[in-house]
Nanobody
Framework: VQLQAYGGGLVQAGGSLRLSCAAS????????MGWFRQAPGKEREFVAA????????YNADSVKGRFTISRDNAKNTVYLQMNSLKPDDTAVYYC????????????????WGQGTLVTVSS
């Protein structure tokens, strides 16, 4: 599976962005997908994950109620809708894929996209 994340940019606090992650490969529809982020000087952290069908999702506490992960298997794409953005959300956002069930730690993911930068200004 090859992944390409896009949709990042500069937004004011309180604004919204939608990230997309396009996947190639026949195994996308059976892969769990995740979004992670890494802010400058910090470790990569889990943001959200979704199982192969979209029927189960998980969010980090820091984004609950603000971010929504979804997927469209017909388009081989996973999304991260980000609302009520805060300056603390500034980071490079990565999408990742794995076979099997949903996971919330980065070592459990097999494939990674290149990342897209989200900058939230105050």
């Amino acid at each position: 599976v090859q992944l390409q994340a896009y949709g990042g940019g500069l937004v004011q606090a309180g604004g919204s962005l939608r990230l997309s992650c396009a996947a190639s490969g026949r195994t996308f529809s059976t892969s769990a997908m995740g979004w992670f982020r890494q802010a400058p000087g910090k470790e990569r952290e889990f943001v959200a994950a979704i199982n192969w069908s979209g029927g189960s999702t998980y969010n980090a506490d820091s984004v609950k109620g603000r971010f929504t992960i979804s997927r469209d298997n017909a388009k081989n794409t996973v999304y991260l809708q980000m609302n009520s953005l805060k300056p603390d959300d500034t980071a490079v956002y990565y999408c990742a894929a794995r076979g099997g069930g949903v996971a919330t730690t980065s070592p459990e993911y097999d494939y990674w996209g290149q990342g897209t930068l989200v900058t939230v200004s105050s």
